[in-house]
DNA sequence: GCATTAACATACAATCTGTATGTATCCTGA
DNA sequence: TCAGGATACATACAGATTGTATGTTAATGC
């Protein structure tokens, strides 16, 4: 019975190849770091050729951002899932969403890539774009409605959410990095608090 | 007329040379980015060959260590010598060293060296011990001294500016990259206001 | 079925990094 | 002051990496 004979379709094939390459450079990328992870280690641990991975990528840089992409399409999904629900009440969707933020940045690597090694390689203005394309709206659609409804002063919105955005990601690496992540999450609240109270 | 054939000191040569190479590397860390950056091109620029740089540095890395060392001193300098003026007045002060951070920072490639290729390379801790080590402290002395003055509520502080830092390093890229100044500087006043009213 | 194209594997050229080694210059102690 | 050692380099080398060019096998379209 030979097990890897059975006949693949284009599609299949390149689908499978494409999937364990992004795999095997994601665990690598993480456990190091961009730079110091080798094309001919991300191939080995995927059991491929770098012949397959330039067929597939452009160079090791056009690798990583599909792995980033990845990662920020999913922790955009999860912030999404967790705010949707209270959508009629976007303070409380806010808080949601920045729950969800902090859940899915724990997972292992995450920071690196999206905090650290995306901005670097990848430019932050890549960053950024990547959020919105996947609609990374939770935190620009709650401060707009909080604006709408009077519980926060009206401010340029996206300037807004970005230094927002910012502090959110620096909390999540500090928090990462062994910090107590309560008074993180306090200083937190207590920027968006004010923000609100100073409305009044 | 031999102008080179000076005699000098052990001292003299490392310091002149340790100067130069830093230079040319500044130069291209920035012009380009660290990994784009050759030690080759390096020591072309400085007039010099790779023997000293390795003499001088343990890697590449130590190099630019240094280069970023430099600059995280320059641009605290700068925010400590506007800051200071106003030591009786925190909330002044803390004005004028917010002016003379944007304006440090608009410097070619400070950016890049402090805030994306620097974290990625040397680890956000690493810079953040810098920014402590050079006496970057208005910020977090601005924001107990507010808070002593019961300006702001009292919070754990070192979270807080680390929280706000964030938040103007996002600021600083955003205004480079082009976008409008006044809504990032807008948007981060109201963010400060909003810890200060929120205290009443 | 057959020509074409896609999906790889292999081989190669150009660099780059760090180290080892060699040499000239400076410093130090007798 | 001068001889021996240390310092400041320059040169040469080994290993590894990236991207490309070329070759081969398997799928697809007519």
Redo the contacts with the bound molecule.
């Keep these: 019975m030979q097990a890897t004979k059975t006949?693949?379709?284009?599609?299949?094939?390149?689908d499978?190849?494409?999937a364990d390459l992004i795999a095997a450079a994601r665990k690598l990328f993480t456990e190091k770091s961009y730079a110091e992870?080798?094309?001919?280690?991300i191939?080995a641990a995927a059991g491929?050729?770098?012949?397959?991975l330039?067929?597939?990528f452009?160079?090791?840089?056009a690798l990583f951002r599909a792995v980033v992409e990845m990662e920020a399409k999913a922790v955009a999904a999860e912030i999404e899932r967790a705010a949707e629900r209270f959508d009629e009440n976007p303070g409380i969707a806010l808080l949601a969403g920045s729950d969800a933020y902090f859940t899915a940045m724990r997972v292992p690597g995450r920071t690196r890539l999206l905090l650290l090694d995306g901005p670097a390689v990848l430019g932050r203005a890549a960053l950024d774009e990547m959020d919105l394309r996947h609609g990374n709206r939770t935190l620009r659609e709650g401060l707009a409605a909080m604006m709408d409804a009077g519980l926060i002063r009206r401010l340029p919105v996206e300037p807004l959410a970005e230094l927002l955005g910012a502090a959110f990601d620096r909390a999540a690496l500090a928090i990462e990095a062994g910090s107590p992540t309560d008074d993180y999450l306090t200083a937190l609240h207590a920027i968006i608090d004010g923000l609100a109270q100073s409305a009044k």
Tied chains: 1, 2.
Excluded: I
């Excluded at 006949?7 to 390149?14: H, P």
């Excluded at 992870?37 to 280690?41: A, F, H, M, Q, V």
């Excluded at 491929?48 to 397959?52: H, Q, Y």
């Excluded at 452009?58 to 840089?61: I, M, R």
């Design positions: 006949r693949r379709s284009n599609k299949d094939r390149t499978a190849t494409r992870t080798g094309t001919p280690e191939v491929v050729t770098r012949g397959a330039y067929h597939h452009a160079d090791k840089q």
